[in-house]
Every structure is written in structure tokens, then in C-alpha cells.
């Protein structure tokens, strides 16, 4: 059985960091592609920062960064200087590498407010 669970998220001020995983099971972690998505209310779910089995990351947020253990079966978005418009329910996501199996996670909430 597949699963992807994040944790991690809450309230934070603005200009705080967040640390969000992503515990995955039941498939081959390590030749999956992990990203993270967000999605705010009212608005579609947009990619975040994606990693690649051989470990090629693209960050379409500058201030956050994906990680991956393989060994743990673990990925991470460290998010620095965060911002309101930063608030979202955050989203892990695995794919093969052929593009025929997607996995989500059932998200983690992350509001920046003062």
C-alpha cells in the first residue's frame, strides 16, 4: 500500500522558517521523482520544487529547498523567509520515471500570518 504523509506545517510569523517531510511507503523510493506542490484557496495546485531519482533538484521558489533521504524514505522543503502569500496546504508527490504512476500525500497546512 502506498503512502505519502507529510508533517511539518503550522502557523508561522512572516520571515520564519518551516521544515516540512514527506514519509513515503510501499514503492520504490528511491527511483521515484518526489516533488512538493502547494495549493491556496481559490487557486490551482502549482509545483513547488521537484527532485530527481539521481538527485537533480529545480526550485521554482528560491527561498526553498527540496531534499531527499533514501535511505529513510524521506523528502523535505526546508522554506526560509516565508510570506503570507506563502500560506497553502502543501503537497507531497511521487513519480516514476516513466510518468505512469503519480502519488499523493494528503497535504499539510501552512499558514505565515502575524
Known amino acids: 500500500q502506498v503512502q505519502l504523509v507529510e508533517s511539518g506545517g503550522g502557523l508561522v510569523q512572516p520571515g520564519g522558517s518551516l521544515r516540512l517531510s514527506c514519509a513515503a511507503s510501499g514503492f520504490t523510493f528511491s527511483r521515484y521523482a518526489m516533488s512538493w506542490y502547494r495549493q491556496a484557496p481559490g487557486k490551482e495546485r502549482e509545483l513547488v520544487a521537484k527532485?530527481?531519482?539521481?538527485g537533480g533538484t529545480t526550485n521554482y521558489e528560491v527561498r526553498f529547498t527540496i531534499s531527499r533521504d533514501n535511505a529513510k524514505k524521506m523528502v523535505y522543503l526546508q522554506m526560509n523567509n516565508l510570506k503570507p502569500e506563502d500560506t497553502a496546504v502543501y503537497y507531497c508527490k511521487a513519480d516514476n520515471v516513466w510518468g505512469t504512476e503519480h502519488y499523493w500525500g494528503q497535504g499539510t497546512q501552512v499558514t505565515v500570518s502575524s
Open positions: 527532485m530527481t531519482s539521481s
